[in-house]
């Protein structure tokens, strides 16, 4: 049987399959299920920026025109805070009752106050950090650059506050993605998760709700099925197989991207 084992973000995994932040990763019971069935790592369920900062300037304009009572601060700061005290008990319970790696997620789009939560995250016990940054580039006073700066700043200001290791989850919608992406590489994170695609849901009439088409135990089959790959090919470790079709292994890839374009599309 092939060896799965690898790292990631300087950590070392029993296989690459890493759950990501999602349903199945926001309580104990459920990342238990996740080790169970031979998952590697676990994303925890996204933590808001919005979630962590109180907006203060809102509160005292709100407060001005008498708008908030004491009893409704109160009430959204206790609010805010049992979120963050319940965030910070997922992780250090999660890490108590498993012996998988546990990352935090916080799903972010600017570096102001909230990147001091990340310090607290690492004495939870956390294992690493993945920042989700989608920042929409729809404001027409922004260009480009500037929203690409902002990755920088976030990434900045988080490891001021952090020594753990720090993934960063973006999308594909940059003009120049090749040349971002590799600037980033350069700034300090361990990692780089790239979206394959946006969530996309699917109702079950029946039930009414959101599905899982496979659930937990899929996570098994997945193993089973690399494994079987890797012994087929004749892989014998992760190693064999982990930048094998890199794009850095072409002299020219943006001539060979073409190549494969017009090859499938020209008589279509």
């Excluded at 300090?188 to 039930?207: C, E, H, M, Q, W």
């Excluded at 899929?218 to 197989?241: P, Q």
Aim: charged share 25%; with cysteine; proline share 3%.
């Amino acid at each position: 049987m092939a060896d799965l084992s690898t790292t990631y973000m300087g950590l070392t995994l029993r296989n690459p399959l890493i759950i990501a932040s999602c349903g199945y990763t926001d309580s104990v019971a459920e990342i238990k299920k996740l080790e169970k069935h031979g998952a590697g790592a676990v994303v925890l369920k996204s933590l808001f920026e919005e979630q962590i900062l109180m907006d203060v300037d809102e509160q005292r304009v709100n407060n001005i025109y008498g708008t908030y009572s004491d009893v409704e601060n109160y009430v959204s700061f206790y609010t805010r805070k049992r979120q963050l005290d319940d965030y910070l008990a997922l992780i250090r319970e999660s890490k108590e009752k498993t012996s998988i790696p546990i990352i935090a997620s916080i799903n972010c789009i600017s570096d102001s106050q909230w990147v001091e939560f990340a310090g607290k995250i690492q004495e939870a016990g956390a294992d690493g950090l993945e920042l989700n940054m989608f920042i929409m580039p729809s404001d027409e006073q922004f260009t480009g650059t500037e929203i690409e700066q902002i990755y920088f700043d976030v990434v900045k200001k988080v490891k001021e506050q952090t020594t753990l290791p720090v993934a960063l989850k973006i999308s594909y919608f940059f003009s120049g993605m090749a040349n971002f992406t590799l600037r980033l590489s350069q700034s300090g994170i361990s990692a780089l998760v790239l979206f394959n695609r946006f969530f996309s849901p699917d109702i079950d009439l029946d039930t009414e709700k959101v599905i899982y088409k496979k659930g937990i135990p899929v996570v098994g089959t997945i193993l089973n099925e690399i494994g079987h790959w890797m012994d087929t090919k004749g892989y014998k470790s992760m190693d064999e197989i982990i930048g094998r079709m890199a794009q850095k292994n072409l002299s020219r890839p943006m001539v060979y991207e073409r190549a494969q374009f017009m090859k499938y599309f020209a008589d279509s």
